[in-house]
């Protein structure tokens, strides 16, 4: 029986291998699109915190995903905001080099842009986006990572950071075992999907690992959103 009690941190993901199986990460990130579409919520949450952010007129919104992957959920909320008439260029950013040669060799779409950086990088360059997200990053950091990450996403953003990841729990490691099980042939779901679930926080011990200012949100069962709005805390005090 798995242990959910406690956050496995020892276990890393096959996918994070620098010398695992090239073929089966390409298939991990093209099945990406539809798990991401099923479980990630990316959906709602545009249509709830981005899509009120973004305007048809004027200069576009620009929105930074962290450890985009893939690409397809940049792509997601680019198409989105392109089929409300809304205007959002979106910026991609992974340090991994065979993220970026995977997302860079998909059709790319108008208003989506790849770089291969870490959140670090773009600090160091100066760089500033109105709006910082990403997908399944969290579980994936050391509480030093962790930090790390959530410093800089105060440093790019300026109006609004959404991490967006999983909520551990025995509901929701049983329904991902049995709608991935006989799937996915080739790839890593299946197994890292699993561990991703036991890597992941819940609630009480996300807030527990985040500084002042950030808040740990539930929008639906086995999802936790961290969200920072800069300018709020100063709002709050004043």
Known sequence: M???????????????????????????YGHFVLVNRLVAGWRPLYRRRIRPL????????????????????????????????????????DPDDRA??????????????????????????????DLVVSNHVVHHLDAAELAGVLRDSEGLAGR????????RGRLAY?????ATV???????????GLLSIRRSYRADELRRAIPAGWRVERPWPFRLVLSFTPGAQEHANA
């Open 2 to 28: 798995i242990d959910l009690s406690r956050r496995e941190t020892a276990l890393p993901e096959l996918m994070d291998d620098p010398d695992c199986d090239l073929d089966a990460l390409h298939r991990t």
């Open 160 to 167: 609004l950071v959404l991490h967006n990841d999983i909520a």
């Open 54 to 93: 973004l305007s048809p007129a004027g200069a576009p919104t620009t929105l930074l995903d962290l450890g985009s992957g893939g690409g397809d959920v940049a792509r997601a909320l680019a198409a989105w905001a392109r089929r409300d008439g809304l205007r959002l260029d979106v910026t991609g950013a």
């Open 174 to 178: 049983g329904a991902y075992w049995a």
């Open 182 to 192: 006989a799937g996915f042939r080739g790839s890593f779901i299946h197994p890292d």
């Open 100 to 129: 970026h040669a995977y997302a860079t060799a998909q059709p790319q779409p108008p208003g989506v842009t790849f770089v291969r950086a870490a959140s670090r990088d773009l600090v160091a360059e100066g760089r500033r986006f």
